[in-house]
């Protein structure tokens, strides 16, 4: 009997017949380098969160709930045990997995992709690292698993996510966990019954919420996606089983979280044509804050360099974006580095107060500035009306001091898929994350390894940390 006959439940079989049939010998040199340069930018932007409170927070939970105060770490690689990306220090693989995801997600600095509404690597990438060192896998096994992580996350995405992003779910983590599990499952090479028995767990385990956003939860929301997705994953190798319809039955995830959408259009094209991590991309950032505010930043700095202004010569912006855009950005007055990344307000000041958005804009300090807290009620910003999410687009309308009025509109965002980083420029923001976390990894070797991750193993990839 096929394996796949075991599997009762229509979405998780129809994953599952995708992930047991892709393997290393499906990628394609684009595949490739598309992991490559995800795993760059989230091991980047996770040492530069290394030392942020939310990390330092989570390490120290995490060596408790490794073994209490007595714990002590061992240095040597071990099938249960993975590195912490930012000092090494050796934690089991679930735990491993929570800090580097909050690290990694801290900042708000990780790669997006428009279907999500979300991360997907911080979703992916902090758990799989993390168990493909524990394994001893290859860089082959880590790409293949992460290409199919990825095509689960966009597809359930397609399906629903516009509306269970809109409701407050934060689908980095609430739609990430499932697509992690199946990631991990597939890199413990799991058959059928165990990938659905994973999606099970991982159903089990789902949620997170926009409310976090500012907040401490935000990121722990992220690193709890990687922890469950390893969990899951795990229990299902050892046998424990989860229902066939967790995810799409009566009772299930679609049926709770999603207004019971429909996953058999998207999933029926599960694997077929491009796949996802081509078709839809991954946008990666160029400032360190919520994504809803980068094509206002675009406009913003294109206006400042072209007209010389200055925050005192505008007396008011007017934000218009298509619709939906500003969902995230819930915080009109903050005072903290973790609320301003969460403001087109303080976006917009502090493009104007200093030339560029970087993350030494967001220390409390920054934020607390007078002059920025007195401009902000000078932004506002509003969701076009006519309910198109799609294309997203951006306008920027200035009144200035002097009468005149400046306008500029951006549809294509500087990282995305469609207007991707140079090598030049994600090598400069690694080593800008490097040098912020105060990180001694070998920026040239790391970068080597993971352009070339089918001859080195996810140990090695890491050896230049």
Same mark, same amino acid.
């Given at each position: ?128 690292? *993390? ?75 789902? *949620? ?258």
């Amino acid at each position: 009997m096929d394996a796949l006959e075991s599997v009762s439940g229509g979405a998780a079989r129809r994953i599952a017949a995708f992930a047991t049939g892709f393997g290393p010998s499906n990628l394609t040199p684009a595949l490739l380098e598309a992991v490559g340069r995800a795993f760059i930018d989230t091991y980047g932007v996770g040492l530069a969160g290394w030392n942020e409170p939310p990390a330092l927070k989570a390490r120290r939970y995490a060596r408790v709930a490794a073994g209490g105060d007595g714990w002590q770490a061992s240095p040597a690689p071990s099938s249960t045990s993975a590195r912490c990306w930012g000092d090494g220090e050796r934690l089991p693989v679930e735990l491993a997995a929570l800090v580097n995801g909050i690290a990694a997600h801290v900042l708000d600095y990780d790669d997006v992709t428009s279907p999500m509404r979300g991360h997907p690597s911080v979703a992916l990438l902090p758990a799989l690292v *993390a168990l493909g060192e524990a394994l001893d896998a290859d860089g082959a096994a880590l790409a293949a698993a992460y290409v199919v992580g990825f095509e689960v996350i966009c597809k359930l995405s397609r399906a629903f996510a516009v509306d269970h992003y809109a409701k407050g779910w934060h689908s980095t983590s609430s739609i990430g966990t499932i697509a992690a599990a199946v990631a991990c499952a597939h890199l413990l090479k799991l058959d059928a019954t165990g990938i659905a028995n994973a999606i099970g767990l991982a159903v089990a385990q789902t *949620a997170g919420t926009r409310a976090n956003f500012g907040t401490d939860a935000k990121s722990f929301q992220a690193g709890q996606c990687n922890a469950a997705a390893i969990r899951a994953a795990l229990l299902a190798r050892e046998g424990f089983d989860a229902a066939a319809g967790a995810l799409d039955g009566k009772f299930g995830y679609t049926a709770l979280y999603a207004d019971n959408a429909s996953l058999e259009a998207e999933l029926s094209s599960l694997g077929q044509g491009a796949l996802e991590l081509l078709r839809s991309g991954i946008e990666v950032k160029k400032y360190p804050l919520c994504y809803a505010t980068h094509r206002a930043l675009d406009g913003m700095l294109d206006l400042r360099a072209q007209h010389a202004l200055t925050l005192d010569d505008i007396e008011t912006i007017a934000i218009t974006t298509s619709a939906g855009a500003l969902t995230p950005l819930i915080h009109h007055r903050p005072r903290t580095g973790l609320e301003a990344k969460f403001s087109l307000e303080y976006a917009m000041v502090a493009a104007l107060l200093d030339g560029q958005v970087t993350l030494a804009s967001f220390t409390d300090p920054a934020v607390q500035r007078p002059a920025a807290q007195a401009a902000l009620a000078r932004v506002s910003g509003r969701s076009s009306s006519d309910g198109q999410v799609f294309p997203r687009w951006t306008t920027l309308e200035l009144k200035l001091r002097d009468g005149r009025w400046l306008s500029h509109r951006v549809d294509s965002l500087r990282g995305s898929a469609t207007l991707p980083l140079s090598a030049a420029e994600l090598r400069t923001k690694f080593d800008d994350c490097l040098a912020w976390g105060r990180a001694t990894a070998d920026a040239g070797t790391v970068f080597a390894r993971a352009m070339r991750l089918d001859d080195c193993s996810v140990r090695e990839l890491l050896a230049g940390a």
